[in-house]
């Protein structure tokens, strides 16, 4: 497959959308969790059962042959079947998951046991009941389908939308789910400055976190005189609890090179860097096969498509180092030096890699391009709200029911996105806070949650968007455990290059560290508030100003278990070691003993009225009881308890 | 075929200009499991640059390493859904089972515990990788019994 | 030329002077610590910051980096610069107790180590200034290595590295102190390495290792004599030939 010019692409995509009956495929979730849980191993077993011998990872996608009945006629009929592996299909809490096609159908926590039946079900034409996704009130859905799947009805998938039903490897795959139409009408029947344009026009806004709006930043890079001038993709997606960029890579890594070749045509430049995050060798693979595709296919490379535009790709790799994402570090280290920020009063369009205009862009904004070149800035801007449109892709995690990948309009709710799509807080605990905007973030409480999701808002309610990482608490978190966790990380992490964050950091972990070992003293709260003011204020990069924000929001909006770790030494939360007992309400236990049966120091006895009682002597306070106790009879309290 | 061989091998693959200093470290890293002095000299004097440069990237990034690491490298996840999920115990767990700390190489050579941010499998916290494998919904007895069993292996 | 005030003063300064340039040439004080006239810009101690309004918006910037491209008003004085500085002083502090410069700045502002956050003394405040001369002077035998609290000043491995020939413009520049060298005569000892000094038959002075002069390309057979003398004697040279022509 090679493309010479715009109508050898063009004639091939007509092809391909004149094709009638495409037949079924089988796709198998190849995410990070549902890989985890073994969806590999399914994927070869389905090859398997279809009757094909070779099984890597390579050699997925071939055609097969199976009788497929027509209903209602119930007559029989040949159709050709395939399976594959897909990037994330989102739904991680319930993997591995399986989706079929043309269908639409989810099936869930799917084991080789399945296979038979779901090759079954594909020949008779019905859904396979047993492990169909869940539909309202968590009962399998009568049809899985994704309008009848709450987690996935309410979601916008434009940039996640062909993740499910392709191969994440196949050049072909992407152009036939309508791959390459944006480079194609950039070609075309655009001029670069109208990219650029169009780009402004249609609002988009940088989605690695700072939201600053991506048609300005190429005009301006565009309009710096240079000879050379770069296109930089950030993923080094170092935000603990996100995983968007790394499900973009994996999935749909042709998106994001198609909308960097758009970008790099519009702003004249001709080499383009993906810096990929040390950590995901899956995301460099699959972008490196991506790579060496469109080489071949002559989408890369001299001469693109016949129009004299000139574009080669390199793949960058991190070297475990949380500072690198932010922009000036990322091109230090591509420059093969320490990843040390520097100073940037001159922005990077105008003086960025090796001195020259660049142009960075986190993944998920690379993989908007594509879309709004080929369905307009209107049509763009018609999705999410005023300032804020399009969509934004989300890692909702932590103790939220439905863990995984959601995409939603720019401007959803929070509550919509934890309780519509990720069915409320596991095990029904009451909701603490969310978590957004990873180490640079901060911690919204339930009195917040009506906040649409979107760059203003967050920003304005003390938190931020950050790339999309989403973290459900519940009441078993300690919010100063928490600060204290952002703090140890961004010590750990500082580059160490300006004292403010080097030192400041510092001395705002040992205050943390003595709050959260019931070593707090009077004042702490208040000299922490301080502090991080003026670490954000005097700080040199963008890691050092925000750094202070997950102390902040946490004193904010939960100030009450501050004073309470400073004064009294208490963690209501049951988090921070010796500083709680726990209890249980004689009133409210019901004697069922299962406290005691998972106690694992074997000190929960029972009493000569059929209740249960904690020996506090030999108490490891870790909080088994307490998660089993169907009555939340169980107590977290802040008095000293003698055994009688 | 050893060390220097090894090494001359990797600065063949990679073009030889600084940008790549990086990138050529990472790969020496992988093959000898840790970054001799010899080897940043050789470097060095590859690509034309100063050897405290060369010596600046390597104690900067935490991919990199100046010790011998294990063959296998265990990380634990201490990510933001990791952490509330427990990681902090699996961890304990395993610096308990290796009886090594975090970042140590066990007597052996065998195993070197790390932790690791986010391996971006948030959704199975606590997660614990070894090579390209991971294990998801870890808890300290689940695994100690895979590392007894010799997954991590 | 720009229009800009600072403290309220209105000044005109050529476009891209830094702010730090600006003050000092208008007798306005800013304390400085990493910033060294005769090296590049580094910006890293944030001792400078100085309060700017920019189109609307006030923020703190570093003084010593900040280009003047339009019309800003910057103020060095008030509650937040104060406490910018202070910040930093009192961090600098609780680490670098024993440094000259800083006892004397936090003399100067009224900081006082904090015994809580007392750190193991160093007399390092890793500003890099050393670093930078060294680089300047082409020899690049040191730098800043390892990330975050641990970030450090060290030739290559912390060994004795060929790269150094013993210049001393890292000792010079550094701010603190903490560099230090042994000289005895004919011999100087630096960044863990031994070197030979050549003393000048003329005047006697101990004038430069012998790596000095090999990175300066100055040949072997023409040593003997520093820097000052060697120009005496070709002048006196001179005079002579001329005059006998």
Known sequence: MRFDTLSDLKNYKNEISQKQDKGKEIWICGGPGCVANGSMAIAEEFIKALGNKSSSDENTSLWHSIKVLIRPEEKETEKLIRTGITGCMGPCENGPVVHVEPDGLYYQKVTVDDIEGIIGSIKENIPYKAKAMSGLDDKPAEVPSAENIPFLAKQKKIILGKMSTMSPLDLEDYIAHGGYSGLIRALESMAPEEICNEIKASGLRGRGGGGFPTGVKWESCRNSASEMRYVLVNGDEGDPGAFMDRALMEGDPYSVIEGLTIGAYAIGSSEGIIYVRHEYPLAVKRLANAIKNLEEAGLLGTNILGTGFDFHVEICEGGGSFVCGESTALMTSIEGKPGVPRVKYIRSTERGLWESPTVLNNVETWANVPHIITNGSEWFRSIGTENNSGTKVFALVGKVKNTGLVEVPMGTTLRQIIYDIGGGVAQKRPFKAVQTGGPSGGCLPASMLDTPVDFDSLTEAGSMMGSGGMIVMDDRTCMVDIARYFIDFLVEESCGKCVPCREGLKKMQMILHDLTNGKGREGDTKALEDLAEDISDTSLCALGQSAANPVLSTIKYFKEEYIEHEKEHFCRSGVCQGMFRIKIDEEKCKSCGLCSKNCPADTIEKLDSGKYCIKQEGCIRCGACFEVCPFSSVDIVNEVIDDD | ?153 | MIEITINDIPLKVEKGTTILHAAQANGIDIPTLCNHEGLTLDGNCRLCSVEIEDMGNKKIVASCMFPITRNISVETETERVRRARNTVLQLLVNRNPKAPIIQQLCAKYGVDREERFALEPDLCIRCGRCVRACEAGGTKAIELVGRGFDRHVAPPYELETDACIGCLSCATVCPTGKITYEETPGKRKIWYKEFDVLQCKRCGIYFATKEMLDWAGRPENDRDHCNHCQKYIESVKFLTESQKK
């Open chain 2, 1 to 153: 075929m050893g060390e220097i061989d090894r090494i001359a091998e990797i600065l063949h693959k990679h073009r030889q200009d600084p940008r790549y200093l990086l990138a050529i470290l990472l790969d020496i890293q992988e093959s000898e499991n840790y970054i001799s002095i010899e080897a940043m000299r050789t470097v060095a004097e590859h690509l034309g640059i100063s050897e405290s440069r060369v010596f600046a990237v390597v104690t900067f990034y935490r991919a990199l390493s100046q010790k011998k690491k294990g063959r296998r490298i265990i990380r634990v996840c201490t990510g933001t859904a990791c952490h509330l999920r427990g990681s902090a115990a699996v961890l304990q767990e395993l610096e308990k089972q290796l009886a090594i700390k975090t970042g140590g190489v066990t007597e052996d050579g065998e195993y070197t515990l790390e932790t690791v941010n986010c391996v971006g499998a948030c959704a199975l916290a606590p997660v614990v990788t070894s090579g390209e494998n991971s294990f998801g919904r870890m808890g300290p007895s689940k695994a100690a019994e895979l590392l007894a069993e010799g997954a991590f292996a």
